[in-house]
């Protein structure tokens, strides 16, 4: 049985930092994988996604240079570091595995619960 269960998540002033996890069990870490988001009200949005290896890594415009998307294949888990954080990136952040290097949620097979983070004014 697949599993993605994110942690990380909080309340963090605007500039702050966060650090989200993604542990994967039950699928080998031969996945893509992404992170995802969702605001209230809007659509679940593209963030960050890492190739097998970790050598090809693609970014939404909104968070280049501001997150930073790694993994560690020996413990099942990938990482997004979030600095200088706004309101903006206000959501709920899923973590997702798949086939492909996608930017759209349908090119992932399996999903997390979702971690929220909320950056305050």
């Known amino acids: 049985q697949v599993q993605l269960v994110e942690s990380g998540g909080g309340l963090v002033q605007a500039g702050g930092s966060l650090r989200l996890t993604c542990a994967a069990s039950?699928?080998?870490?031969?996945?893509?994988m992404g992170w995802f988001r969702q605001a209230p009200g809007k659509e679940r949005e593209f963030v960050a996604a890492?190739?097998?290896?970790?050598?090809?890594?693609e970014y939404a415009d909104s968070v280049k240079g501001r997150f930073t998307i790694s993994k560690d294949n020996a413990k099942n888990t990938v990482y997004l570091q979030m600095n200088s954080l706004i309101p903006e990136d206000t959501a709920v952040y899923y973590c997702?595995?798949?086939?492909?290097?996608?930017?759209?949620?349908?090119?992932?097979?399996?999903w997390g619960q979702g971690t929220r983070v909320t950056v305050s004014s």
């Open positions: 890492i190739s097998r290896t970790g050598r090809s890594i």
């Open positions: 997702a595995a798949g086939n492909l290097l996608a930017r759209m949620s349908a090119g992932y097979n399996y």
């Open positions: 039950g699928l080998t870490f031969s996945y893509y």
